[in-house]
């Protein structure tokens, strides 16, 4: 565990946030009862300062009786630990009220220190304390490996990363066996959906590595699927059983004959394919195999006939791509280049030279300064960035935004990497050799340089390297195309969507809330045109040609309005259950979310191929506020049934379009709570 | 566990009673060794009583004939010396504290204390300097005192004039604050402002100055500078104001002996100017605004409304204020300064504190909370900020620097 906690003393910050927090919790304590609301805001906001600092959970746990004893908790539940519900805690630390956040916080802290034996608390046990801890921890898995979704970030802001560092503290605190298995239920959910960025994913397994490695942690009986996770990572072969380092493995290699290098080939090839995770020896086994036969290249990246015929075909590009881009520190490229060998997108005439010239691609000084600054000098930002092109390209679905206000732009990313990938590669060349993209909105060219703010107001670091060069570029050619639409009635994503994404966008456009007001308007014709036009019965058996962007009304679990999100539809089609759903990307890191009111995105094991998600037509139908569609395609709009659109509209009545009925229907309509028609 | 107890209580020492409510005070008090009671309205008799807060009624209207009413209720009670709080009980001290002292000088004295007009001449006549200054009982007295002020300055016509500055007789600090430029801007004036004092404008560097009296002497100096009037202030000062400390000192002593203060609390106002002459302003015999005490606590650790009662109570001694406070200046753990939000858009929806705020070193804490409202209203005299952030650092021009850096974010958007 040295790796993780920075110790207190070395950080002058924390330093001075410990002596402001003390300051405060003096002053509180020395106050009578009535005097103490005077010291609660210092207290508060130093906590949070506190909290903020690497090691502030730490000094905070240590700092738990005292505060306790100040009177930080007096007048609420929390000055009662025996009666907190570990499930209500969840709640407290999602509240978008910081101090509920922070009171929370610092009391499963308390918790923490009352479990480990350093704080004797009067009204609850040591067991007790561990076993409320182990049960926020359970239910709070996803807190520990993926940045925060669309609502916590409206929500909670800045909060929702301290949220996280307080869940990865009290799991290297308390231990992580008692929630092994749902750990690892999380791990192989987020990994199915083949996030580009696995890095939190990484952590997680090798935390947990270390511990079973400790002959003092009984992780219990064997967990399912564990074994897999770790052994992707960290001993994947008999050339990397015991972690070696990568000198070693590589003297074993050269010592080894055809057949034990082909053993080693499929058996990194198998783990990475089977999680989606690349072990750094595995990207040392491509350097070496390089000058061995194509034969052994192909099978360690374990190629379908298509990505073999592909290689075979581009294999100076290929060797060329490796040799640059595939080093330990950026083995997961190795998956990218895997997969977009597989599909065959070097075909297409302009991706094969466009990949020779980002080979030989001279980055901008400020490029190069921001790569470096993201993820390090070795290897170099040119080896990043193509490392990210490659993931991109053979991971389209595997984009997110961060913790990052910029859906739209990390959706035109996945769309051009799946749909257009010579585009993507143009955009990368003009982001990272010129600093600046120009897109031309209705034969006007938009600047990126010139157009000043984009929808994020600072620049993100937590990105891929692709979506760290170019997103800042889209995100504000993305605003001046909306600013340019000021003045014109309506939303501006009818005239903003196709010139952004590209031509396939459909040109028509449907929208069911009236901008004015934010009211529904016009839901029955709006649900009608989505269904003749992108609904297999209806619009003639016609598969989606092109992924269309499409607007979402965001809502959580509870089915309460969040906020307007950018997706992707990308295909329609029947489930092995034959039910009908739709398939999408969500440029959300975590596509699994529950939208509430029974709404729950499937991310797996219903048809989906890796990145998507789906819901069932209607339930996806009743979040959906905006779509695009070709004007000339007519389907059939009567033949859609008035029960089907009652049913998506009921689902709409229940959640983000509650309060948005306009009042003259809402008297006209029964109760929206009952599934009645309307 | 919380502490319920109160502080214990010293029955050798004297036993003060507080005009006015202020739960700071309070809550200062109740952890000191004096024995206290706080004079304040009906209102804050529930929060007393439940809280266990020695505590009698009165309403502080003007000045009556029952005013001896509660003076002799303290006396009966025991209490050695009243405090005042807030301007509005400063001639209720005054006239508690000639009763309980002994001492009719008292009264006179407040009184003096809490008109502006009359203090300025008292000054005056003290040797003090003070800048120009008149009553006015109408607008045309403004725009004649405007005009006069501006031929003064032998400004030709057409020439920008200088402002004057028109301040209500009683009122603290910059209630009812305005600048006057033109004559135009006299129309916008209420007529039931009047009457008004009104001052020439004094082209220099303001500060404000804290000090504790016992037995006609200083026992602690602080000098709080602002970094803009009416928004932000620091303690202790940069040394660049530092180092006017012993001229600044001169005059207050020069202040004391002016107004014959013999024991407790200044809190006047000064302008240096270019060329390192002081102006009196103004002084108040009560605690500023702006929670100067609050960062005086965060600088130097002492609490300032317990050196409020060391310094009124008769039965304190030399040794023990001398004790009390720390050395100036070289004593203070830092600096401590505060930034008063006001709303800089007409239309606010949400509190957002900028995160180059929040991030600073030096931000500790603030006390804004969500708009209640979404239309700004309109400022037309200084008026009330929305609540303050409060910083602490090592460092003075740092400390100044980010103060004045305040003034150009939006906390509320």
Redesign the interface.
């Known amino acids: 565990m040295t790796a993780i906690d920075s110790d207190p003393g070395d950080d002058a910050?924390l330093t001075?946030r410990l002596a402001?927090l003390d300051?405060?919790t003096r002053a509180m304590?020395?106050?009578?009862?009535?005097?103490?609301q005077?010291k609660l805001?210092?207290v508060?906001?130093?906590l949070r300062?506190t909290l903020q600092q690497p090691g502030g959970c730490a000094a905070v746990q240590s700092r738990a009786e005292a505060l306790e004893?100040?009177?930080l908790f007096?007048g609420t539940d929390w000055a009662s630990p025996e009666i907190l519900v570990p499930a209500l805690g969840a709640a407290g630390l999602r509240s978008g009220d910081a101090d509920t956040v922070l009171l929370e916080a610092t009391s499963e802290l308390r918790m923490l220190a009352i479990a480990t034996g350093e704080y004797a608390h009067p009204a609850i046990s040591a067991e007790d304390a561990h076993q409320f801890v182990t049960q926020v921890l359970a239910t709070n898995l996803t807190m520990l490996f993926t940045p925060p979704s669309e609502a916590e970030r409206t929500k909670q802001g800045?909060l929702a990363q301290l949220i996280r560092d307080l869940f990865r503290h009290l799991g290297e605190r308390i231990g992580y066996e008692s929630v092994l298995d749902r750990l690892v239920d999380e791990l192989w959910r987020i990994l199915r959906q083949r996030p580009i960025q696995v890095e939190p994913v990484q952590k997680m397994i090798t935390q947990i590595a270390i511990y079973r490695s400790d002959p003092d942690v009984d992780l219990g009986s064997a967990v399912q699927g564990l074994d897999r996770l770790i052994t992707s990572l960290f001993g994947t072969t008999e050339a990397s059983r015991e972690d070696p380092g990568i000198d070693v493995f590589r003297s074993r290699l050269e010592a080894m004959d055809a057949s034990a290098l082909q053993f080693e080939a499929t058996g990194f090839a198998r783990a990475m394919h089977d999680t989606g995770l690349v072990s750094p020896y595995h990207a040392e086994l491509l350097r070496f195999l390089l000058e061995g036969s194509d034969y052994l290249l192909a099978e360690a990246l374990g190629l379908s006939n298509t990505g073999r015929d592909c290689m075979l075909r581009y294999h100076d590009l290929v060797h060329r791509l490796i040799e640059e881009a595939i080093h330990p520190q950026t083995a997961q490229a190795v998956y990218g280049l895997a997969l977009m060998l597989d599909r065959g997108i070097l075909y297409q005439p302009p991706v094969a030279p466009s990949l020779w010239r980002q080979l030989a691609l001279p980055l901008s000084p400020y490029a190069r300064e921001r790569l470096t600054l993201a993820y390090g000098p070795t290897p170099g930002p040119e080896a990043r960035l193509l490392a990210g092109v490659l993931s991109m390209l053979g991971l389209p679905l595997g984009v997110g935004q961060g913790d990052n206000p910029t859906c739209q732009s990390a959706r035109a990313l996945s769309m051009w990497a799946y749909n257009d990938p010579d585009y993507l590669l143009q955009m990368v060349v003009w982001a990272a050799r010129d600093d600046e993209i120009i897109m031309h909105f209705e034969g006007q060219a938009i600047s990126s340089r010139e157009s000043v703010s984009g929808v994020a107001t600072?620049l993100p670091t937590d990105l891929d390297p692709v979506s760290l060069l170019v997103v800042p570029h889209l995100d504000r050619i993305y605003a001046e195309m909306g600013r340019r639409c000021v003045g014109r009635p309506g939303d501006p994503h009818r005239w903003v969507n196709p010139e952004f994404h590209g031509w396939w966008t459909g040109r028509g456009f449907h929208i069911d809330v009236d901008v004015e007001t934010g009211n529904l308007i016009d839901v029955d014709d709006f649900m009608r045109h989505f269904y003749a036009n992108y609904h297999p019965a209806y619009n003639g058996d016609q598969p989606l040609t092109h992924p269309q962007p499409a607007g979402i009304a965001a809502t959580d679990s509870a089915a309460r309005y969040i906020g307007w999100h950018a997706i992707t539809i990308l295909r329609v089609g029947l489930d092995p259950q034959d039910v009908m759903r739709v398939y999408f990307y969500n440029p959300n890191n975590d596509s699994g979310q529950d939208w509430g009111d029974g709404v729950v995105v499937s991310t797996a094991g219903q048809g989906e191929r890796f990145g998507e998600g789906s819901l069932p037509f209607e339930q996806f139908a009743s979040r959906l506020y905006i779509y695009h569609v070709d004007p000339v395609e007519r389907g059939d709009v009567d033949q859609v049934s008035a029960e089907e659109i009652e049913q998506v509209i009921g689902y709409i009545h229940r959640s983000w379009g509650a309060d948005r009925v306009p009042v003259g229907e809402l008297q006209a309509s029964p109760e929206p709570a009952d599934r009645s028609p309307v | 566990?919380?502490?319920?107890?109160?502080a214990d209580r010293n029955p050798d020492k004297g036993y003060v009673a507080l005009l006015g409510w202020s739960?700071?005070a309070?809550?200062a008090l109740?952890?000191f060794d004096r024995r206290y009671v706080v004079v304040a309205p009906e209102w804050a008799e529930e929060?007393c009583k439940?809280?266990e807060?020695p505590y009698i009624p009165w309403n502080f209207e003007r000045l009556n004939d029952r005013s001896m009413e509660i003076a002799e209720t303290l006396q009966e009670e025991g209490v050695d010396v009243a405090i005042p709080l807030y301007e509005e009980t400063v001639e209720w001290a005054g006239a508690i504290n000639s009763v309980l002292l002994d001492n009719p000088r008292l009264l006179g004295q407040a009184m003096l204390l809490r008109d502006k007009a009359l203090m300025k001449r008292r000054a005056q006549l003290g040797g003090i300097r003070v800048g120009i200054f008149e009553e006015a009982h109408d607008k045309g007295d403004v725009i004649r005192f405007l005009k006069r002020v501006n031929q003064t300055l032998l400004k030709l016509d057409g020439d920008p004039n200088d402002p004057i500055h028109l301040k209500a007789f009683d009122k603290a600090g910059s209630l009812g604050h305005r600048v006057i430029r033109t004559p135009d801007e006299v129309d916008g004036i209420p007529d039931e402002e009047f009457p008004v004092l009104m001052e020439s404008h004094l082209d220099g560097w303001e500060f404000a100055v804290e000090a504790w009296v016992h037995n006609g002497k200083i026992k602690f100096l602080n000098i709080s500078e602002y970094v803009r009037l009416g928004y932000s202030v620091f303690v202790p000062a940069t040394p660049e104001l530092e180092k006017y400390r012993p001229a600044i000192t001169q005059q207050i002593e020069k202040l004391i002996k002016a107004f014959d203060i013999d024991f407790g609390f200044v809190h006047p106002e000064y302008f240096v100017t270019s060329d390192g002459e002081m102006y009196f302003g103004e002084v108040a015999y009560r605690p500023p605004g702006f929670k100067v005490f609050e960062l005086l606590e965060?600088a130097y650790g002492f609490n300032a409304y317990q050196a409020l009662v060391l310094a009124f109570d008769p039965k304190t001694t030399e040794e023990e204020i001398d004790a009390f406070f720390p050395r100036e200046v070289v004593d203070a753990r830092g600096y401590a300064g505060c930034f008063g939000v006001y709303p800089r858009r007409r239309v606010v929806s949400e509190l957002a504190i900028p995160?180059e705020t929040e991030d600073h070193?030096y931000?500790?804490?603030?006390?804004l909370s969500a708009p209640l409202e979404e239309t700004v209203t309109k400022r037309t005299a200084f008026g009330t900020h929305w609540g303050l952030v409060?910083f602490?650092g090592d460092e003075p021009y740092q400390m100044r620097d980010l103060l004045k850096r305040q003034e150009d974010l939006d906390f509320y958007v």
Do not use: Q
């Open positions: 910050t001075k402001a300051d405060a304590a020395e106050s009578r009862d009535f005097g103490k005077l805001r210092r508060l906001d130093s300062r004893e100040a009177g007096m800045r600072t | 566990m919380p502490s319920t107890e109160p739960l700071n309070v809550e109740d952890r929060y439940n809280n807060i965060r995160e070193d931000f500790e804490s603030h006390e409060y602490f």
